[in-house]
């Protein structure tokens, strides 16, 4: 059974950081694309950051330049580092392949940023 467990979130101040895991117990890790999405009340879930195989990261516009996305395939975790956060980043995050399958969607954490 595939479990996505992610942890990490909480409460912050604008302008302060948070770091946030995903631990995987994938088939085939090292293989994935991973993603980090976010959903905010009444709004749709978003990619917000993602991993290839490779290593190349991509990046929704709104977190380019603040959020940096990584993977430890020995570990089977994906990270993300967030700094400068915005009152506008809180929301839940989940982790997931990309393109995300809907049988892989933990139970997220939550990022409450105040302003």
């Known amino acids: 059974q595939v479990q996505l467990v992610e942890s990490g979130g909480g409460s912050v101040q604008a302008g302060g950081s948070l770091r946030l895991s995903c631990a995987a117990s994938?088939?085939?890790?090292?293989?994935?694309?991973m993603g980090w999405y976010r959903q905010a009340p009444g709004k749709q879930r978003e990619l917000v950051a993602h991993?290839?195989?490779?290593?190349?990261?991509n990046y929704a516009d709104s977190v380019k330049g603040r959020f940096s996305i990584s993977r430890d395939n020995a570990k089977k975790t994906v990270y993300l580092q967030m700094n400068s956060l915005k009152f506008e980043d809180t929301a839940v995050y989940y982790c997931?392949?990309?393109?995300?399958?809907?049988?892989?969607w933990g139970q997220g954490t939550q990022v409450t940023v105040s302003s």
């Open positions: 997931n392949v990309r393109p995300p399958s809907s049988a892989y």
């Open positions: 994938l088939g085939m890790f090292s293989m994935r694309t």
């Open positions: 991993i290839s195989v490779s290593g190349n990261t």
